[in-house]
């Protein structure tokens, strides 16, 4: 925040008239009537952010009276919200505590406005993630109250709405942590609306032209969808007409991310994206006890006017949708031979899929009787993680986000209980949700009475029964296996447990084999063992150790040594056993100093950095994951060890160091002059015949005079499918490549892959 005077009437008068909006949108509300109490949070909030302007330049207190409006307005709370909305920057931004808001507002919006505040201090460590921390308090305080979490959203909104104002590293900093956890979030409290516009903003921020070219294609094809809708919906209109009910058809149009996401997974172009237009039936039930029943009758009534696909029925009606969406989703063809998707929902369901948990958890004041149901399993499963201390901030957020599963599964257990499960989960999800017993000791599963290992994925329908030996221990490649937050943060803390055991009764160990061999239990002793197997520290050097005696199946001394060699007695040949060596990243600074890279002594992470040939070549790294290139949309991210390492904006790592580490986020563009080449891949598919191998590398190499750094190509039933890796300068080159290759005979898909 600037501290800037403000008292002209222009001023004033905008921001009463914004307050007097709010107060009008809550008194049209269902809410109880609490303006009083409204009134004296604003009058408040204002003389606590006096004087003070946000960035864009507005008063200060602008931004409290926008997010309490997104909280009355687009998600339907009521007066606590709005009060909380109203003071959640007053204890972090000026000299009020928590206590001066209880004393004059209550406990309850002094604990909406706590869990809403960032802190300092440390739960991950003194070099963590801030982030993480402050993202972990909210967690914490919303397991209390829903409220604190869906006020956090409004404030994420309006700070995303005006995000304009800020530099381009904060820009890429709070949309990569808006994309990476804000926007999941949102669609796990079923808050659609909301989770959409996240998206589309994060994208706006992050890759400006990608988005302005969607909106444009957008608004090209406008009239063309206009036209399909009209002619679609006409005939299910008059056959609505025809039963009676009360209804309104909409239009849903897929969002500029949602598309340009699905042209980034599957390599397509616009064009291809046959799913942009699908349309919303809303109805009114005929009886209060048949809005069940209407849902499937208009279905009934649609597949006799268009034909339905047989595989994408998706019945959210019986078996909601874990954030309580309900609706149910058939695919028809429609006349001019295109799929379009039709979703048919009430009105009631309508509104839970638009607002949802608050449109189901309707506060009254004072009343902390909640409804049990999947929300509240949610909470207990967020509770669990945070119960079990993380200390790593970045697994911490990763274990969350895998908790805001989009897409479910119905499986069922032995005795046909049905289970609710992330999509792409394993028998050892399964197993964990049902026990940490049962996980941890599971040895594999039948799935439809056939046996399948751990790591089998299941499918809607299956049905499983776990399969357990008491012998049985968690391994550390379970990792890999699992999917749902609730298994990996049990395997976790397990192994760490392990851990634990491994380091005290190794360090017990070594102490107990120095004093037998007469030599001292000094730093220095232990730093050098350390520095002999490339260990990080002395607690890394116990753990091994513990391991090895765990592996060996004994503690004792002699027995150790007699197993490791017949003749060591030398205490060095005792623990030069493999304890996993870790000299990797030494090995990679040592390539680094050879090659002549120096770090740029001090980075400032608020002024953009470019990219050209001297930077790229000594100061700058290009990331191995994602592999940019001149054209890329990118960004920098300051390292431990004050390097600047370069990746590309959608980067699956970057995209998790803006979530956690987003201070180090620099903002990065290009300015190289085709002196440099880079690596980039791309995919071909086709139909094969003779000579179109010939053809390609003839394009590559005569045509363009491109250099293939490596070819493989395969054909299997008359359809060919190859990888090629090229040097080039920039995107420039992919598209001039791309362009060229497509005018192959047969070949179909030319895409760049990471």
């Not at 909030?45 to 309490?68: D, L, N, T």
């Not at 094809?221 to 009910?245: C, N, S, W, Y």
């Not at 032995?414 to 394993?426: A, D, S, V, W, Y």
Request: glycine fraction near 4%; charge should be negative; hydrophobic fraction near 40%.
């Amino acid at each position: 925040m600037n501290e800037q005077l403000y008292d002209n009437s222009a001023d004033e008068q905008m921001v009463e008239e914004a307050f007097q909006h709010l107060l009008n949108t809550y008194l049209h509300s269902k809410h109880r009537k609490k303006k009083d109490l409204i009134v004296k949070a604003y009058n408040f909030a204002r003389q606590a952010h006096k004087g003070v302007r946000r960035r864009s330049g507005e008063p200060y207190i602008m931004h409290p009276i926008a997010v309490a409006q997104i909280v009355s307005e687009e998600i339907g709370l009521g007066s606590t919200s709005i009060c909380a909305a109203l003071l959640h920057d007053v204890v972090e931004d000026t000299d009020y505590t928590v206590e001066d808001i209880e004393n004059i507002f209550g406990p309850k919006i002094a604990m909406i406005v706590d869990g809403l505040t960032k802190i300092s201090g440390g739960i991950f460590g003194d070099h963590a993630s801030a982030q993480a921390e402050n993202f972990k308090k909210l967690l914490l305080t919303m397991s209390e109250d829903i409220r604190v979490i869906l006020i956090k959203m409004a404030d994420r909104l309006h700070n995303m709405r005006t995000l304009g104002s800020m530099i381009p590293s904060k820009q890429f900093k709070i949309a990569g942590e808006t994309l990476y956890i804000y926007a999941p979030l949102a669609h796990r409290l079923g808050l659609n609306k909301i989770k959409t516009e996240l998206e589309n903003l994060s994208f706006k921020y992050e890759h400006p032209e990608e988005f302005q070219q969607i909106q444009n294609k957008l608004a090209q094809t406008e009239a063309e969808r206009d036209v399909l809708f009209d002619e679609f919906t006409a005939p299910i209109r008059k056959k609505l007409d025809q039963m009676g009910i009360n209804y309104e058809i909409k239009q849903r149009v897929k969002s500029p991310y949602s598309i340009w996401n699905k042209m980034q997974t599957k390599h397509i172009p616009f064009e291809e994206i046959y799913d942009i237009l699908a349309v919303r039936i809303i109805y009114d039930p005929l009886d209060t006890n048949t809005e069940l029943t209407d849902c499937f009758n208009i279905y009934i009534q649609l597949s006799q006017i268009y034909e339905a696909h047989p595989e994408r029925m998706r019945d959210w009606i019986n078996h909601p949708k874990a954030n309580g969406y309900q609706a149910l989703h058939v695919t028809l063809m429609s006349k001019k031979g295109e799929w379009i998707e039709v979703q048919i929902r009430s009105r009631h369901m309508d509104d839970i899929a638009e607002q949802g948990f608050a449109a189901h958890w309707k506060y009254k004041e004072g009343d902390d009787n909640n409804d049990e149901g999947e929300l509240d399993k949610w909470l207990m499963t967020i509770k669990e993680i945070l119960d079990d201390p993380q200390p790593n901030a970045m697994d911490f957020l990763e274990t969350i986000k895998l908790n805001l599963y989009a897409s479910e599964i119905f499986v069922f257990t032995p005795k046909g209980e049905l289970k609710m499960l992330p999509q792409n989960c394993t028998a050892l999800d399964f197993a964990f949700s049902i026990h940490t017993f049962l996980g941890s000791h599971c040895i594999g599963a039948k799935v439809n009475h056939k046996l399948v290992p751990i790591s089998h994925k299941l499918q809607s329908g299956d049905q499983v029964e776990i399969l357990t030996s008491k012998s049985q221990r968690v391994q550390p490649n379970w990792i890999d296996f699992a999917t749902t937050a609730k298994a990996k943060a049990k395997i976790t803390a397990i192994l760490r447990r392990e851990l634990r055991e491994y380091q005290k009764n190794g360090e017990e160990t070594l102490i107990e084999f120095l004093e037998a061999n007469k030599l001292e239990e000094t730093s220095e002793n232990i730093d050098k063992l350390v520095k002999f197997h490339n260990l990080s520290d002395k607690e890394a050097l116990f753990q091994a150790i513990g391991k090895k005696i765990f592996e060996l199946g004994t503690n004792d001394i002699d027995a150790i040594k007699e197993r490791v060699s017949a003749n060591s007695t030398n205490w060095k040949k005792l623990l030069s056993l493999p304890f996993g060596l870790n000299g990797k990243n030494k090995k990679k600074q040592k390539e680094a100093e050879e090659k002549g890279f120096a770090p740029i002594e001090k980075i400032d992470t608020k002024k953009p950095i470019t990219l050209n040939e001297d930077t790229l070549q000594n100061h700058y790294i290009i990331a191995d994951c994602c592999h940019p290139i001149p054209g890329d949309d990118v960004l920098g991210f300051v390292d431990d060890n004050n390097r600047v390492v370069i990746h590309k904006r959608q980067c699956p790592i970057a995209a998790k160091l803006k979530a956690s580490l987003g201070t180090r986020i620099v903002a990065a563009y290009w300015d190289t002059h085709r002196q440099l080449t880079f690596l980039a891949q791309l995919s071909l598919k086709g139909i094969d015949r003779i000579g179109m191998l010939s053809d390609v590398t003839g394009i590559l190499s005569k045509e363009l005079d491109v250099n293939i750094h490596k070819l493989t190509i395969e054909v299997n039933d008359g359809i060919f499918e190859g990888d090629i890796l090229l040097y080039v300068h920039d995107v420039e080159d992919i598209k001039t490549i791309k362009r060229n290759l497509q005018k192959v005979p047969g070949l179909t898909t030319v895409a760049r892959i990471e």
